[in-house]
């Protein structure tokens, strides 16, 4: 019954690291799922992306098609990561060591490390904006004040970071009812709607901005549903997560669009408060300021968890052992958000173009490595991953597995000649008139090579589905 009651079966401050999650101690709703990841989308920095698709030359009606696509193909991904969680109790980096090895899993996780500190880097410059305006202090000032909140939410863990997500559902709800009701009394939507010029530069930007928003999800997706009841429906946890995040995000996105047709060039460089400033001033400017570093609360803490998901299961895999002690955990926490906030101080004058840059460019990295992982699951091993031999250098998946790690190089590789950010522009990005198709490739190539591989394998096969650990 441990399941049924997640008051009784879960305590406040979690125990457990990246090691397995026993049955006795699953538990847990799937609209919980729903509303962390509807909770997680409905912030700032959503906002943000979805204006970058105006702010960078699209107009809204394209735009606003453009990142629903992108939702629905980067959401899809993400949600197949998420229906791994239920089904193997771990997080979702440690089941990469079975398409890189147990030490080769190392390469993909150091990176999504990175990512993680440019997210929480990223979001905690707008959450200081807020903070800044709600109690009169700096940017500088909000920044610190918002590090020591995540810091907290982290510790505490898996529990109270989905709490975290109901509240953030609830006033992220009431907040963006309130902002698009003024976006509609102060713009004419209509009119915004009816400039319709086609681009496919613009429209791809679009459908990559908000592809490559859900897609940095999926190395941690699998963390927040690994306590859910193994027998939980693998349709339903995909439908849960990816509902929530597709719907969160593509609201947030919509306002972001909106609000940036709107500010006729004012919106790039004061985000923050021009979004404020749609709710006028007073009591509501306030409760708009603290409901924008509320919902950075949720994400935040998600990328700064996952982070140390991801030392953690790097350092286990070369000590062969999962165990983390509390001290051990504090301390990388402490310094994980300490770096985030470090970068969040030097960069936060140079904001939207950075991020820009970052989130675009991380799609070379993280979609070969999806495509690798998404192949594995469901059509090689079928889901039928040794848990136990997880942490075992010697043990069947080996310390280094090259047909995954060449795969996913040249996955990163094979995009090169495509992709086009600030950071690197390739020599065909001018040829295909300035779109960048990479992230397309960097699906299709690598799935269909490490298939081939990887089929050709000699493991034997498992007996129990998931062979747990003693």
């Keep these: 019954m441990a399941q049924d ?11 457990r690291s990246i090691d397995y999650i026993p049955e006795s101690e699953r538990h847990g709703k799937l609209y919980s799922q ?10 700032i920095t959503a906002i943000v992306t979805g204006a970058l698709a105006v702010v960078l030359g699209g107009d809204v009606f394209w735009s606003l098609i453009g990142l629903f696509a992108g939702q629905v193909l980067g959401g899809g991904v993400m949600a197949l990561h998420a229906a791994q969680g239920p089904k193997l109790g771990l997080p979702q980096m440690i089941s990469s060591r079975v398409q890189f090895g147990v030490y080769g899993a190392a390469i993909p996780i150091v990176l999504v490390c990175l990512m993680y500190l440019g997210f929480t880097a990223t979001g905690t410059v707008l959450s200081g904006q807020a903070l800044g305006q709600l109690f009169g202090v700096s940017d500088t000032t909000g920044i610190l004040i918002f590090a020591a909140v995540i810091i907290a939410a982290t510790l505490f863990g898996y529990r109270v970071i989905h709490i975290i997500g109901r509240v953030a559902t609830i006033l992220g709800i009431i907040a963006f009812v309130y902002l698009f009701s003024r976006v509609m009394a102060v713009g004419d939507v209509g009119q915004l709607l009816q400039i319709r010029h086609f681009s496919w530069s613009s429209f791809l930007l679009a459908v990559s901005l908000a592809a490559s928003w859900q ?3 999926g190395p941690y997706v699998a963390d927040y549903s690994r306590y859910l009841p193994s027998a939980t429906s693998s349709t339903k946890t995909f439908l849960a997560v990816g509902l929530g995040s597709v719907v969160g995000a593509q609201i947030a996105m919509v306002l972001g669009v909106l609000a940036a047709a709107m500010a006729a060039g004012q919106f ?40 140390f998901m991801c030392i953690a299961t790097i350092a286990s895999g070369f000590r ?12 990388a926490v402490v310094l994980i958000v300490a770096a985030a906030t470090a970068v969040a101080l030097i960069g936060q004058h140079s904001f939207l173009n950075a991020f820009k840059s970052f989130i675009l460019f991380l799609l070379a990295f993280f979609v070969p490595w999806s495509a690798v992982n998404l192949v594995d699951y469901y ?48 020599p065909m ?13 960097g699906l299709i190539v690598p799935s269909i090579l490490y298939y081939l591989f990887a089929r050709r394998g000699t493991r034997p096969a498992l007996h129990d589905p998931v062979r747990k650990p003693a």
């Design 215 to 217: 897609i940095a999800y």
């Design 429 to 441: 990005v001018e040829r295909l008139g300035g779109v960048d198709i990479s992230w397309i490739i």
């Design 34 to 43: 729903f509303t962390l990841w509807m909770g997680a989308n409905l912030q």
């Design 379 to 426: 059509f090689v091993n079928r889901g039928q991953y040794d848990v136990a031999a997880l942490s075992d250098p010697n043990g069947r998946y080996g310390r280094w597995n090259m047909p995954g790690i060449l795969v996913y190089a040249f996955g990163v590789l094979v995009q090169m000649p495509f992709i086009s950010t600030k950071l690197y522009t390739g």
């Design 320 to 331: 062969g052992q999962v165990q983390i002690t509390h001290r051990q955990r504090a301390v």
């Design 268 to 307: 790039a460089g004061r985000e923050v408060a021009y979004i404020v400033g749609l709710g006028r001033t007073g009591t509501m400017a306030a409760l708009l300021y603290f409901s924008i570093a509320f919902g950075k609360i949720t994400i935040s803490t998600l990328n700064s968890y996952g982070s």
């Design 5 to 15: 009651s997640e008051a009784v079966s879960a305590p406040l401050i979690e125990r």
